[in-house]
């Protein structure tokens, strides 16, 4: 009888301490998930997405980018070598569509949805529209898809712009001004919506 009583009791201690170590498990792991779950909200987009749009006349313009940031870095002619084509962005390709025809440097693009990419040099940029707007960076980026190109002389800045704006501005009823800002460098320039 007493064999019986030490094999319940045996038993039961058994049984309650798998529960309590089933128990302490459950919190343990609830507990580092919600400190996995602070450590991820927490963690900032180094190149948030984001937009820039106006209207100008009847022109709805619309560029679709992401913003990467200077981080203490040179950004060009360092993180970006001159002389190179660039997505003008960070990720994939930055996209300009726009439902009007624009005119700009004396050439029409027409209404529709382009890749926006530069050449970036000390002296002068080169700014391109491409056909293909739908692509990662400049990895599938083909000169034959030029829409057109023309070039801009870049302004340069005392203060640093931490992250790659755009920014349309309305001039009059049909004009405007488009500009790209980041690091010391601002490049800018104008267009007029087609009738």
Not at 56 to 69: E, R, V
Not at 141 to 167: C, G, M, Q, T, W
Request: hydrophobic share 35%; with cysteine.
């Amino acid at each position: 009888m007493i064999k019986r009583i030490i094999s319940i009791l045996v038993l039961v201690v058994i049984f309650t301490g798998c529960k309590e170590e089933k128990k302490s498990s459950e919190e343990h792991l609830h507990n580092q998930q919600a400190n996995e779950e602070e450590v991820t909200t927490e963690k900032k987009v180094l190149s948030p997405h984001t937009s820039a749009m106006a209207m100008i006349g009847d022109a709805h313009i619309h560029i679709d980018y992401s913003s990467p940031g200077v981080r203490n870095r040179i950004v060009f002619g360092g993180l970006l070598a001159y002389d190179l084509v660039w997505q003008a962005g960070a990720h994939k390709a930055t996209w300009l569509e726009t439902n009007k025809d624009l005119t700009i440097d004396g050439k029409v693009l027409p209404a529709g949805k382009y890749g926006f990419f530069t050449i970036p040099s000390k002296d002068k940029w080169t700014l391109i529209f491409n056909s293909n707007w739908d692509q990662h960076g400049k990895d599938e980026y083909n000169e034959n898809d030029d829409v057109f190109r023309f070039e801009v002389k870049p302004i340069a800045s005392e203060e640093v712009k931490e992250h790659l704006e755009y920014k349309i501005d309305k001039v009059n009823e049909n004009e405007g001004t488009m500009t790209l800002s980041w690091e010391k460098i601002i490049v800018s320039f104008n267009f007029t919506v087609s009738n």
